[in-house]
């Protein structure tokens, strides 16, 4: 059996194809690259049946991932993350069939592990020396860290403001580290500079094709963690939009593999009222998104002003009729307080803003009682030692303690 069925690259909007055994970025016009299977040999000779006994992360689907040979593969056990009922967080949203897909117990505590593994896997088997990238911080911090396991430098940049946390990742991995006093944006225009001026290989934001190849995953392994059937919603935190444009891409790919029915769930893209940029686009019937000035978020996975592939997430809400919503920063913080006291569920900002999404949408009449729904929690709340303060007496030896000590602020 074939390693993989991969087959080019190709342009969304203009419908170029390109090699994807050389370095690809951009399409001509300016449009990100994604890659396309021989799904036709593929729906012949793989079969559901294959994946038993297989490895239990990510690369258990090598046949629909870019990579050509299995020894190109750098991995750290990514992917085959938990789907949890949440039954008292569902109850308190009048939502039975409400389920986590728990990103944070992955490597590197968040689902940018999948990109990195594929996408430095691929940059791997195309010889690259040197990876590029502007970061709000957990990606910049999965892409060193996989960089460093595969042999590849790395040069990171972040707003100075990203959590500290990811900044000491980039800078043990070994990581060319430095820090912007603004926004991704602003990073991004310094990456973009040093990459033209010292060939590195450009791995912003779907500027490389192979990312989204590794965020897809969580699609594929939802529908087989549901028995090759798909809820009927699915809420994902949405800055960059990769791992929404992967699901999608994923599920349309089962399809046309006779994997999964017709059916699609709803796709929701979940923002912060202080960076909405896909959100006010999509209420305005817009294809694209326009730039979110002044953008401020606890969520900062989430902050990112616009998009590079704001259309290709406005697509996949659009043809699944899906919605997309923002939430108010104060409120995260309380639902992210409820969610770790009634499923024992340390989540991360922008997770909880998808489980507040789920429940603003409940409210709403949007999402029914008996709708199955899946929320992406994208990261393991530890990775944000910051967004929740706490209050903690502290005692003599000789005092007694009551029933509760700790008061959340």
Not at 4 to 30: A, F, I, R
Not at 339 to 359: D, M, N, T, Y
Request: charged share 25%; proline share 5%.
């Amino acid at each position: 059996m074939r390693f993989s069925y991969v087959s080019h690259l190709y342009c969304p909007k203009c419908s170029l194809t390109y090699d994807l055994n050389q370095v690809q970025h951009l399409c001509e016009c300016g449009a990100p690259l994604l890659v396309e299977y021989d799904l036709t040999s593929m729906k012949e000779n793989w079969k559901p049946s294959d994946l038993v006994g297989r490895r239990n992360d990510l690369w258990r689907y090598h046949e629909l991932l870019p990579l050509q040979r299995e020894e190109n593969i750098v991995s750290m056990g990514e992917g085959m993350t938990p789907l949890v009922l949440m039954e008292k967080l569902g109850e308190d949203m009048e939502i039975p069939l409400l389920y986590m897909k728990d990103e944070g117990v992955i490597p590197t505590g968040t689902f940018k592990a999948r990109g990195a593994a594929v996408g430095v896997s691929k940059a791997k088997e195309l010889g690259v020396k040197e990876l590029a990238m502007p970061t709000n911080g957990n990606a910049g911090a999965a892409w060193s860290l996989y960089a460093a396991k595969s042999g590849i430098a790395s040069t990171i940049v972040m707003p100075v403001d990203a959590p500290m946390i990811t900044r000491n990742e980039c800078a043990v991995a070994g990581a060319n580290l430095y820090l912007v006093n603004g926004l991704i944006s602003d990073a991004g225009k310094i990456v973009a500079q040093a990459v033209k001026e010292h060939d590195l290989y450009d791995v912003s934001t779907l500027k490389e094709p192979y990312r989204i190849e590794g965020k897809k995953t969580m699609g594929l392994e939802i529908a087989e963690q549901l028995g090759w059937e798909v809820p009927d919603v699915i809420l994902y935190p949405t800055g960059g939009g990769v791992g929404l444009i992967g699901i999608y891409k994923a599920l349309k790919e089962l399809q046309q593999l006779g994997w999964i029915g017709e059916k699609m769930p709803r796709l929701v893209a979940v923002q912060s009222d202080g960076c909405a940029p896909i959100v006010k686009a999509w209420q305005e019937g817009k294809t694209e998104s326009e730039f979110w000035h002044d953008s401020e978020t606890i969520a900062f996975g989430i902050n990112v002003p616009k998009a590079l592939g704001d259309f290709l997430v406005l697509q996949a809400v659009y043809e699944t009729e899906g919605c997309a919503v923002s939430v108010n920063d104060r409120d995260v913080i309380e639902e992210l307080k409820l969610i770790s006291q009634k499923e024992g569920a340390f989540v991360c900002p922008e997770g909880a803003a998808a489980f507040l999404a789920a429940r603003q949408l409940r409210k709403e009449g949007w999402i029914q009682a008996t709708d199955q729904v899946v929320v992406l929690n994208t990261g393991a709340g530890i990775k944000y030692p910051n967004t929740v303060e706490v209050e903690i007496p502290r005692l003599n030896k000789e005092e007694k303690i009551g029933p509760k000590n700790v008061t959340l602020q």
